[in-house]
């Protein structure tokens, strides 16, 4: 630590720490413009200059680090002229329109102007003249006059995510940021910079002109869209959600969203929307549609008697709602058929899940058929952010495609995904064989046949053994990998984590409030449906056919029942199925609280009201509780931090299993020439539809290898093929992916095209030459 | 994109212990050869040198040498710096503008000529100093002026 | 005015840019003694004693900058600075273009003595057959074995390229040039680390002007001894001195340091044009403050040149008479720093635009009594607030031109005119 005096104010910080670092933590401001902790110093604003007692100039507390028995002075009249100057200059070329620039109001030119603006322009030249709102892409705007080319973007963009997307064009006073030949800036990340222009250079293209400081309102929320669930703020104006914007954690977060987090806000708005409710057919109002299902369910419970209604929860509900289904399933309906909706088998208990701090530490990620720049990815970014500062990081993929990429580079053992388990056990077996837990778990899989060399295998081994600090990300896709994980716990001296990237978003809030989580569950659950003992389906934000993989046997269930409720926010593929459809309220209109895949709570604030017929779930159950003659509720209110230690779940090994088990021997592939089909998020499919982001929605989801693209004459950017399927043609879009191996057709876990779900027993591509829209 | 150039990038990569310092380098000879960098060639080069389109044109945008824009095939640069002007340089660029039909930054419509500023080009002994295609010519005069527009195009050194 | 020469040996001897001639004449032979009789600390040491200044502008002593690089086993390099593009300096190209070879003999040596298995010529862009000549040189220093693998069966290995910039005068400077030698913006870096930690790729780096590493061979062969006989004792030694402007003979001078600056306007460049006086110099390059007639005895020494209020610079010297408008001379200096400032920094960006646009329309007599404080107060706000020193070196010829000819500058405003016309000089149809 090194101690030195900052006006006056003793301060100690860890060697390295820059002057304005230091001063911040004595909560002393310092002007910045060019820098940001996340991107390190760069020195080019000059806005930060203070004065440090032996030096002969102003020094850029920036980029001057601190040293012991240094004595600095923020204030002062030559550092107020320095800072005075700077800004003076920053001015002349700024166009001075803040009346109707979106940043007016929470702008640091504006901020500091006002502190140590001149009070008269002196600058009578003429200004140069730039571009003003040029599209970055679909979301981002660029105004260029109003840049103080404080960099902050373009390192982002290129430093920090890898994506060089943003330049920096001309030199000197000529110099402006750009994308390459006015091209779109395709990155995930790309509305980042909109919250790191310190000025209003860059802006929010659907914000834009929609808000001023003084008639919106901001919440403090979590990003609904994928399980890592970024801490942002919510803008709204009258009910109405109009931006996202990310919100940095002290130490914790930098406050990244990803495009689809930070765009993809108005899914409330989608035309879509489920806004009425609606029974057998007719449009009723919400007292009537409560009224009929209340019925349907005395009716079932009197006929087949408690446990005949099943209750799957899906969706981005919060914890407390879960809980109130759970209390109304148990305590009205009598039933403990629960379960809730999974698009993959796997399960973490929570002694083996991991935190971001993991990421901080880590040296060596597996990915386990996870691609987190498309399933989450914010954990790519905190990832780029270890590989820039820890560069020896080592990324291994481990799944039916390649999973490591150009930004975050590393190893990939492409195998099919049943064996992904068993790439591992083999590896342990060659690393450790006379280990007995390593003997057990490969027990039935040593001879499986892999395509991967031993040597290969046996230094994924070592490596897995011997890295310092494991972190592991799983799609949950192979159940199996469960047994890895905790051999992998006893096996290693290290910290061992994992990271489940699947979903629902709010899985463990579910497991919390008491729902099953299980894919077991609620396999069990729909079998039981299909077999006549549970006799009504009570869906809350389920849609089965979307997203459960055994779609025969989601089908089955649903055709077998009585009665299907379904609660949602947009009309579900089970709707066929449905007997009564119901408006809910979504994520933004109700406050409560999310565990995201790290098992860290937080609280969701509602920034505006439920549209139209919609209620929130606990009106639901209040109200069906009360056409029950009971009246739980209100006094009855659940605090999930009660039993947690700070924000996060606690981890008791105690009370889970923590022995691993033999691996299953996965049966062996039929025929390795037919076509498979393997599936993975896509970032912007992922979750509900959204209008602003449907331009960069690309209608060619699918995947295939190159050659194949090739053989079937894809153009670069897509085509459509015709799937032969075991049910049936099917015209999908695809292109070429370098990732996906060969007879192989990559399609998004779930998404906004019907045909997703319905892709089984792939044949066959066809080349489709003209199609004019789907 | 030209076949040779691939075997120039791999010749310029050679050259370094890293394969970016062979940026220059290969724009030079590349707009040696096709008189300026459209931007077809600022792709061709980033594929050729595993860069990203967005760095080459970056890199390349803040040189003055590289031209971005077509120039005439013969590029004129009068040396507009303190040691030439007090030798008559803005003179021989206003008679040159006239000589040509263009203003300074223009290409005649012929493309033969683009006539360009300079800054001091470290040749203030033989002022006024221009360059035709980076060749100098020194002392330059109105009599130099016809020659220097259409000699061989040596240097002409004092 | 007969006289020695050491680095500008072309000038007696013709053809010393070609091989054979400059063997005939003594070349390589210093490069034989360094390797055969002494040991690169030897070397280090001599160099250090003879007191040799950077030539590229700072006046760094170059022993010492050899010694700073780490012991630490990683690849070193030497950069050869042959960007010249300072106004008013012409020395190094006269160098690469005439005696090249001299150059790479000192590069050779220089490498042998930092431990340099690689070095580099960053030659400006702008200079085609100077970089044509350097590319024919090194390609004949490989033929004859004095460069590539074992020269000389001395066990000493380098390799030697030549990189030429693209017009960009900021690559001047060493961090600036370092970035663009890797492929990217001539942006300089952050200091520390400096060049001799982690410069190019990385690597220990030691980056020497042209000229400086051309004295190194001529020290080898004569001894610091003799090299510290000329010049004083914080200034010993040899300079080039470029002297243009308004005088009879404009041309390289290479002279002992500390020749007064009348010997080097008056004897050597021939004095002033018929019937006109001696109004500035300007005496190391457009970044240093200008100096007024009566400093014309000062010696052209690092020290007195800084005592009597500028610097020696690159010892470009840039002559002004009586028939140059001041404010129009800054005004074209200044512009060139806006020109060539490459955007990184906010002062030196913004400030060299405005002083320009207010310059212009000083020189136009379009300018207000309040003009002339803007300018002192914008220089004020730029200097010793950049990044890099190119903003402050923006402001050496305007705040002493203020200071020296202020009433130059009111006339301007008053006469709503510049008094000379708004022509610095017009030479060509006389
Ligand atoms: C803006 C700027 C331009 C410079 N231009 C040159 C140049 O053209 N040639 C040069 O040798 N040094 C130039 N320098 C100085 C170099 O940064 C560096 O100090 C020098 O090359 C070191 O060599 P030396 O110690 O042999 O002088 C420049 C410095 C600055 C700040
Ligand atoms: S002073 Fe600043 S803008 Fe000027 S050249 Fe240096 S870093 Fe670039
Ligand atoms: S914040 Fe320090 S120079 Fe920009």
Excluded at chain 1, 384 to 389: C, L
Excluded at chain 1, 399 to 423: F, H, M, N
Excluded at chain 1, 646 to 666: C, F, H, S, V, W
Excluded at chain 2, 76 to 83: A, E, P, T
């Amino acid at each position: 630590m090194i101690r030195l005096t900052i006006d006056d104010q003793e301060v100690s910080v860890p060697e390295g720490t820059t002057i304005v670092d230091a001063a911040a933590k004595l909560g002393i401001d310092v002007p910045i413009y060019c820098y940001h902790q996340s991107l390190g110093p760069l020195g080019a604003c000059r806005m930060c200059l203070v004065q440090v007692e032996k030096m002969p100039k102003l020094a850029t507390g920036c980029t001057t680090a601190v040293s012991e028995g240094m004595v600095v002075h923020t204030q002062g009249p030559e550092v107020e002229k320095g800072r005075k100057g700077v800004l003076e200059f920053l001015l002349i070329n700024h166009p001075l329109d803040c009346p109707v620039c979106d940043k007016g109001g929470e702008c640091y030119l504006q901020d500091y102007a006002f502190e140590y603006g001149p009070a008269k322009g002196r600058f009578q030249e003429p200004k140069i003249q730039k571009v003003k709102d040029g599209p970055i892409n679909e979301f981002v705007l660029i105004d260029q006059e109003r840049c103080v080319l404080c960099q902050r973007c373009v390192r982002f963009m290129s430093e920090y995510v890898g994506e060089e997307q943003l330049l920096l064009e001309g030199r000197g006073v000529e110099t402006v940021v750009t994308t390459v030949e006015h091209e779109p800036a395709t990155s995930q990340f790309t509305g980042n910079v909109i919250d790191l222009c310190p000025v209003g250079a860059l802006l929010s293209a659907p914000y834009n002109h929609k808000g001023r400081p003084w008639n919106i309102d901001r919440q403090t929320t979590i990003c609904p869209h994928c399980p890592v669930g970024c801490p942002s703020k919510m803008t709204t104006r009258e009910s109405h959600i109009i931006r996202m914007e990310g919100r940095p954690v002290p130490d914790r977060d930098w406050g990244w969203l990803c495009d689809r987090g930070r765009f993809g806000y108005d899914f409330g708005y989608h035309p879509l929307r489920v806004l009425d409710s609606t029974v057998q057919g007719k449009s009723l109002s919400s007292a009537q549609a409560m009224r009929d299902t209340a019925q349907w369910m005395k009716e079932t419970i009197r006929e087949h008697g408690f446990g005949s209604i099943g209750v799957v929860m899906g969706g981005h509900f919060t914890a407390e709602e879960a809980y109130w289904i759970k209390k109304f399933a148990e305590e009205v309906v009598h039933t403990s058929e629960m379960a809730t909706l999974r698009n993959v088998p796997g399960y973490l208990p929570i002694s083996l899940n991991g935190t971001f701090e993991d990421i901080d530490q880590t040296d060596t990620v597996v990915f386990v058929g996870v691609d987190p720049y498309e399933a989450v990815p914010v954990v790519h970014l905190k990832l780029r952010d270890r590989i820039r500062h820890f560069p020896g990081l080592r990324v291994i993929g481990v799944g039916p495609r390649k999973l490591t990429s150009g930004t975050l580079p590393g190893i990939d053992y492409q195998v099919l995904g049943e064996d992904e388990a068993v790439v591992f056990a083999q590896a342990l077996l060659l690393a450790k064989g006379d280990d007995p837990t390593v003997q057990m778990l490969g027990r039935n899989v040593a001879d499986y046949p892999l395509p991967v060399d031993s040597e290969t295998l046996k230094t994924l081994g070592e490596t897995l053994l011997n890295a310092t600090h494991l972190t592991m990300l799983w799609d949950g896709e192979n159940p199996e990998m469960e047994q890895i994980f905790k051999a992998l716990t006893i096996l290693r001296q290290g910290r061992t984590a994992v990271l489940p990237s699947f979903g629902p978003v709010n899985w463990r809030g579910y497991e919390k409030a008491g729902i099953p989580v299980r894919y077991e569950d609620l396999r069990n659950l729909l079998m039981k449906a299909r077999n006549g003992d549970i006799r009504m389906l009570v869906l809350w934000g389920a849609d089965l056919l979307r997203d459960f993989p055994d779609r025969d046997l989601a089908r089955e269930a649903l055709e077998a029942v009585d009665y299907v409720v379904s609660a949602q926010i947009r009309p579900p593929l089970d709707l066929p199925y449905t007997d009564a459809l119901l408006p809910v309220a979504a994520w933004g209109e109700v406050e409560g609280s999310y565990v995201n895949m790290e098992g860290r709570v937080a609280v969701a604030a509602a920034g505006v009201q439920p549209p139209a017929q919609s209620r929130p779930t606990k009106t639901y159950m209040v109200g069906w509780a009360r056409l029950f003659q009971q009246t739980f509720g209100v006094e009855a209110e659940w605090d999930l931090f009660e039993d947690i230690e700070g924000d996060l779940i606690p981890r008791n090994a105690d009370e889970e299993d923590m022995t691993p088990q033999p691996l299953k021997r996965p049966d062996p592939v039929e025929d390795p020439t037919q076509w498979r089909v393997i599936r993975g998020e896509l970032v912007l499919e992922n979750g509900i539809p959204s209008e602003i982001l449907e331009p960069r929605i690309s209608l060619f989801v699918g995947r295939i290898h190159p050659d194949e693209a090739q053989a079937l004459h894809i153009p670069a950017e897509g085509g459509y093929v015709d799937v032969e399927t075991s049910s049936g043609t099917i015209t999908i879009g695809v292109r070429a992916d370098e990732s996906i191996p060969e007879r192989t057709l990559w399609v998004p876990r779930s998404g906004h095209y019907e045909w997703i779900a319905s892709l089984n027993g792939v044949k066959q591509l066809k080349r489709r030459e003209e199609v004019k829209s789907l | 994109m030209k076949p040779e150039w691939s075997q120039w990038a791999q010749e310029a990569k050679k050259q370094f212990p890293e394969a970016n310092s062979s940026l220059l380098p290969l724009l030079h000879r590349i707009q040696d050869a096709e008189g300026w960098l459209s931007d077809e060639t600022i792709h061709d080069v980033a594929s050729l040198l595993g860069l990203t389109p967005q760095y080459v044109e970056s890199v390349a945008s803040f040189y003055s040498l590289f031209y971005r824009q077509t120039v005439g095939k013969n590029v004129i640069h009068v040396c507009v710096g303190l040691s030439c002007a007090l030798a008559g340089s803005d003179h021989v660029m206003e008679e040159l503008e006239h000589k040509l039909g263009i203003r300074e930054g223009q290409t005649t419509p012929d493309g033969e000529y683009t006539l360009l500023e300079a800054e001091c080009l470290a040749a203030c002994d033989l002022a006024p100093v221009v360059q035709r295609n980076l060749r100098f010519r020194g002392r330059v005069d109105a009599t130099k002026l016809d020659a220097l527009l259409t000699d061989d195009g040596k240097e002409v050194n004092s | 005015m007969s006289q020695q020469y050491y680095l500008l040996r072309n000038r007696e001897v013709p053809n010393i840019d070609e091989m054979p001639v400059y063997l005939a004449h003594g070349g390589y032979q210093a490069l034989r003694k360094a390797l055969n009789d002494f040991k690169p600390e030897e070397l280090v040491d001599m160099v250090k004693k003879s007191g040799l200044r950077g030539r590229g502008g700072a006046g760094f002593p170059t022993g010492m900058k050899w010694g700073f690089l780490p012991n630490d086993g990683r690849k070193r390099y030497l950069v050869v600075n042959s960007d010249e593009a300072e106004p008013g300096t012409f020395k190094d190209r006269e160098i690469i273009e005439h005696n090249p070879h001299q150059l790479i003999e000192g590069i050779i040596i220089s490498s042998y003595a930092t431990k340099a298995r690689e070095a580099f010529i960053y030659c400006r862009g702008e200079f085609l057959f100077g970089s044509e000549q350097l590319k024919r040189a090194v390609r004949e220093a490989y033929e004859q074995g004095f460069l590539g693998e074992n020269i000389l069966g001395s066990g000493f290995s380098l390799d030697l390229e030549v990189y030429r910039g693209a017009g960009a005068y900021i690559c001047g400077e060493e961090s600036a040039l370092l970035e663009s030698l890797e492929g990217k913006r001539g942006n300089p870096r952050l200091k520390p680390p400096f060049p001799a930690v982690a410069g190019l790729y990385g690597g220990p780096t030691v980056i020497n002007n042209v000229e400086t590493i051309a004295n190194v061979p001529v020290i080898v062969t004569k001894g610091a001894d003799w090299y510290t006989s000329m010049g004083t004792a914080k200034s010993p030694g040899l300079k080039i001195f470029s002297v243009s402007g308004r005088v009879q003979r404009p041309g390289n001078y290479e002279i002992p340091l500390a020749t007064p600056l009348r010997t080097l306007i008056e004897d050597y460049a021939g004095g002033m044009l018929p019937g006109r006086q001696l109004k500035a110099v300007i005496p190391g390059g457009s970044s240093v403050p200008l100096m007024t007639p009566d400093k014309l005895d000062t010696p052209l020494d690092y020290e007195s040149i800084l005592q009597a209020g500028s610097m020696l610079g690159s010892g470009g010297c840039i002559v002004l008479d009586d028939h140059v408008c001041i404010v129009g001379a800054t005004a074209r200096l200044v512009r060139f720093y806006r020109e060539e400032s490459c955007g990184k920094c906010t002062p030196c960006r913004e400030g060299t635009y405005w002083m320009t646009d207010v310059l212009d329309r000083l020189e136009h007599g379009l300018g207000t009594p309040e003009d002339l404080d803007t300018l002192a107060d914008v220089a004020d706000n730029i200097g010793g607030k950049c990044f890099c020193p190119l903003g402050d070196a923006s402001l050496g010829v305007l705040v002493s031109a203020l200071k020296y000819f202020r009433e130059e500058f009111e006339a301007h405003v008053a006469q709503h005119a510049c008094p000379m016309g708004e022509r610095l000089y017009d030479t060509i149809n006389n």
